[in-house]
């Protein structure tokens, strides 16, 4: 997927023109890209769009102006997008309670360590690499944002298309399944692509 460029990002003023057109769209293609597993987790598949959309609302909370500021937002926020052969997301540990909060998290340490995230393809299973830094395991701190890639192999990709595809979640404390609808494989198909 190629990468945005700095010339992409528009000024707060043309983007206040149209915030309202662009979020409403972004919140249509995010519909199939978005998959919920088990009771907290969400992934959000990212691709241009969605990171563009998140550096145009960054510019415009922080108010930056400076071209070098935005240069490196642009370059931050690129680290989210999918190579090639892969898909990216965020993953987000959703608790809707406050008094939850710590509990489940507390219980959820490790998930972005191991092996407990995947994607399955038919035949194909896929171990999710998450980034590192989310998580502290000695101190018992895990965030609630956590940011995944699946790095599919040739045949994978070619399976992706016909056969189910599914995010399999395997911890210890939380194990569940869901699988992709059509329209989601859809949507994903044009990052592999």
Request: avoid cysteine; proline fraction near 4%.
């Amino acid at each position: 997927m190629r990468q945005l460029e700095t010339s992409e990002i528009l000024n707060l003023v043309d983007y206040e023109k149209v915030r309202d057109v662009r979020r409403r769209e972004i919140i249509e293609l995010k519909r199939h890209r978005r998959v919920s597993v088990g009771r907290y987790l969400t992934f959000v598949f990212e691709n241009r769009e969605t990171v563009w959309f998140q550096i145009q609302e960054m510019v415009r909370a922080e108010r930056l102006v400076d071209a070098a500021r935005i240069a490196e937002e642009v370059e931050v926020y690129n680290t989210l997008l999918p190579g090639p052969g892969e898909l990216a997301a965020t993953m987000l540990i959703e608790i809707s309670e406050t008094p939850q909060i710590k509990p489940v998290l507390d219980k959820l340490l490790g998930i972005d360590t191991r092996d407990y995230v995947r994607m399955r393809m038919g035949p194909h299973v896929v171990v999710g690499d998450f980034e590192s830094g989310h998580s502290d395991e000695e101190r018992g701190k895990l965030s609630a944002v956590h940011f995944v890639r699946f790095r599919l192999p040739a045949e994978a990709g070619k399976t992706f298309r016909e056969a189910e595809v599914a995010l399999v979640v395997e911890h210890p404390n939380e194990r569940a399944r869901t699988v992709l609808s059509d329209a989601t494989k859809r949507a994903l198909l044009k990052d592999l692509l």
